[in-house]
């Protein structure tokens, strides 16, 4: 139904969409152009904010990095993969393909982000294996399911805001998850998109005349082998007995950690995570090897961050992001408010692909806007999450390692992610203001 709507969306960002580099370094660009024009900024200290910030996001890049290195070895476990094939089995046609890499893509993404992204990919692959169904699609659908990471279990605004002592504690207190993640209005907008994302994608389908399919002899470059032990320190590096002790030891350490109260943060999850790849790996040379795959995917954070790090130091510098978000909710009323800041935050996110970052630039306006308008903090909150999460459908950044995974350009995929974004905006919108 939808197919002759997106094929000429389609073939405008496969024509004109940049690499996510190149993108980045026209962003920075224009957010220096914006600093010095509509701030008076001066262009020398537009470039000194730059340089200053360069490198002021390194240990949450570290963070970004280790939750897809740790979602990939989590995902590429022996475990895992075969209940992914097991699910692929489920699909025999190219609409049931596309409808259930959308469903699990949106699970693993609410569960956690980086984990979806890489279970969205190698599931993708699992049913291109299977099933002749237009690739891009496919892939677009898996990376669709990113879009609810900021409402699930790892969003890092939710989290944060949830931990003691977090930047914004004496603005807002101590917000807890059952006020974010598992608030009704929130849970609502999740259940939302596990209907419409897949049915959209479904819809998205091209005929077979327009569609691409993938060499399905290309698809295998991801399958881990281990090799046989020849050695000693062979047979050392391929038991498990190494694996099971210290991943018994972590298991402990995150039972007591429940135990006493402790909550889930990006550091908790992550070593969550990495303690489930070392147990379900099972021997030291298999998790490394996964751990060599995976890091390919986190080429793009590593080398785009920094600059996207520069950008947020020259919007929160210049005071550019505040007039962004204060210019978006000075005309709000105490219902419209979740919609301003969504809309505000969906439009930072497009310079600053960070929802940590972005919570950093724009908390300061956005707090006690809502406090002067009485407007619950924990929903504002909410707001600029999902406003991240939102335009990431048209900023590919977060699309670098499933694209890595699945052999194709951010311009492959992004015209059905553009759809999706339209769609997706009027129901967290409805979500956010109504519910």
């Known amino acids: ?128 294996r299977k099933i002749e169904v237009d690739y891009r699609l496919l892939i677009a659908s898996a990376y669709s399911g990113f879009l609810v990471w900021h409402g699930g279990l790892a969003g890092s605004i939710p989290l944060a805001i949830a931990t003691e002592g977090h930047p914004f504690a004496a603005q807002m207190g101590v917000i807890g998850t059952s006020q974010t993640i598992f608030a009704p209005f929130n849970l609502a907008i999740v259940a939302s998109l596990f209907i419409a994302v897949p049915l959209v994608n479904r819809m998205m389908l091209p005929s077979a005349a327009d569609s691409i399919y993938v060499d399905r002899a290309k698809l295998d470059d991801d399958i881990i082998d281990a090799g046989a032990p020849e050695t000693p320190s062979d047979r050392i590096e391929m038991s498990p007995i190494l694996s099971w002790i210290i991943g018994a030891a972590a298991a402990v350490w995150l039972v007591t950690h429940f135990l006493a109260g402790g909550g889930l943060t990006l550091d908790v999850v992550n070593f969550l995570f990495l303690t489930l790849a070392i147990l379900l790996h099972g021997s030291p040379r298999h998790l490394l090897l996964s751990l060599q795959q995976g890091v390919k995917g986190a080429a793009g954070i590593v080398i785009q961050f920094p600059f996207y790090a520069g950008i947020m130091a020259i919007m929160v510098g210049s005071g550019l992001a505040a007039s962004i978000s204060d210019g978006m909710v000075s005309f709000a009323t105490e219902r419209s408010f979740p919609f301003w800041t969504f809309l505000s935050a969906g439009i930072v996110n497009f310079f600053v692909p960070s929802g940590g970052g972005q919570w950093a630039v724009q908390a300061p306006v956005i707090l006690p806007a809502a406090a002067e308008l009485g407007v619950d903090q924990a929903r504002a909150a909410m707001a600029v999450a999902w406003g991240d999460a939102w335009t990431n459908m048209i900023q590919p950044f977060w699309a670098l390692p499933l694209l890595g995974i699945a052999g194709l350009r951010a311009k492959d995929i992004m015209g059905f992610c553009v759809v999706q974004l339209f769609v997706s905006g009027i129901l967290i919108t409805i979500g956010l203001t109504f519910l």
Do not use: C, H
């Not at 026209?26 to 001066?42: P, Q």
């Not at 475990?79 to 489920?90: C, E, N, P």
């Open 1 to 128: 139904m939808l197919a002759p709507l997106t094929k000429p969306l389609v073939q405008l960002v496969e024509r004109y969409l940049p690499d996510p580099y190149v993108l980045v370094l026209f962003l920075t660009i224009v957010v220096m152009g914006s600093a010095v024009i509509f701030e008076g900024t001066s262009p020398l200290a537009v470039v000194q904010m730059w340089g200053d910030g360069f490198w002021k996001l390194l240990q949450f890049s570290m963070q970004m990095v280790f939750v897809l290195v740790a979602g990939y070895m989590m995902a590429s476990t022996p475990l895992v993969r075969r209940i992914l094939s097991r699910l692929a089995g489920y699909a025999s046609t190219p609409r049931g393909a596309i409808l259930l890499v959308s469903v699990v893509s949106l699970g693993a993404s609410w569960i956690n982000w980086g984990f979806g992204l890489i279970v969205g990919a190698l599931f993708a692959k699992e049913l291109a």
